[in-house]
């Protein structure tokens, strides 16, 4: 059975796609059958995390949503080139990162209900058994759609002011849209901070359990968005976070 996961946040800078790419990863490692969606069109970037090369790109999300290409050919097979023989399969459907390509998204939009039917048509034409949105941060029509149709979301939030009034808004969001699983995710937590301390206080401002809680990270900001975490550092502790994570995705 398949499941249709996003990751979103209310806000940039939170790490949202840093944690796609990770969760994408221990799942593909552990055999599932992956797709990655970056559905943030505006600001693509989850491809910078996997190595992908933009310039070998030759369809992106953004050719599919104008009616040139088929949903799979989209689709880039990353099994084999992350250092790592992955046991499952890893694929990344990226956005243009073309400037007027980008342009014409804000300029004339694209239909919403094609990247509905391209989530279906890839899960089912890919075998997939799990397929994971990277949202664009905050509310508009395309992440509305992928909060709607997905089986669990994983909402993003730093320990910060305006990151909590934020996800207050998704969350609320969220359970209007009926979403069947709701986990949030605390991140780039400063070492000062007790963590149990701040996963008692954001499940009790929420009333949303908290899935895991990622303390700030040296080596993370040493890998400066170029590489994924878990499979540079295997046996550090933020990797087993990432690894719960993902299992709590999958199983609620």
């Known amino acids: 059975m398949h499941k249709i996961i996003s990751v979103h946040s209310f806000r940039g800078g939170t790490g949202k796609s840093n944690t796609t790419a990770n969760v994408a990863t221990a799942l593909a490692a552990q055999g599932h059958k992956v797709g990655v969606v970056d559905t943030d069109i505006q600001s693509p970037g989850i491809h910078v995390l996997f190595g992908f090369d933009a310039a070998t790109m030759e369809h992106s999300l953004n050719d599919y949503l104008w009616g040139k290409c088929e949903i799979t050919e989209t689709a880039y097979d990353l099994s084999h080139s992350l250092g790592v023989d992955l046991t499952g399969k890893l694929y990344l459907i990226p956005s243009s990162i ?3 390509e980008i342009a014409r998204v804000v300029r004339e939009g694209y239909d919403v209900g094609l990247l509905n039917d391209g989530f279906h048509d890839l899960i089912e034409l890919l075998g997939l058994d799990v397929l994971l949105i990277d949202t664009h941060p ?31 808004v ?57 590489d994924i975490f878990v499979l540079r550092y295997p046996k550090h502790p933020i990797t087993a976070k990432f690894k719960h994570l993902a299992d709590v995705l999958v199983e609620v």
């Open 170 to 226: 998704t969350v609320e969001v969220a359970r209007k849209l009926d979403v069947p699983h709701m986990v949030l995710v605390v991140n780039k937590v400063p070492a000062v901070f007790d963590e149990e301390e701040v996963r008692e206080h954001v499940e009790q401002t929420y009333d949303c359990p908290v899935a895991a809680v990622i303390p700030h990270s040296e080596e993370m900001m040493t890998l400066a968005s170029e």
């Open 98 to 100: 073309k400037a007027g």
């Open 138 to 168: 905050g509310l508009n029509e395309e992440t509305l759609l992928s909060i709607a149709v997905s089986d669990a979301l994983a909402v993003i939030l730093r320990p910060d002011q305006q990151d909590y009034q934020g996800t207050s």
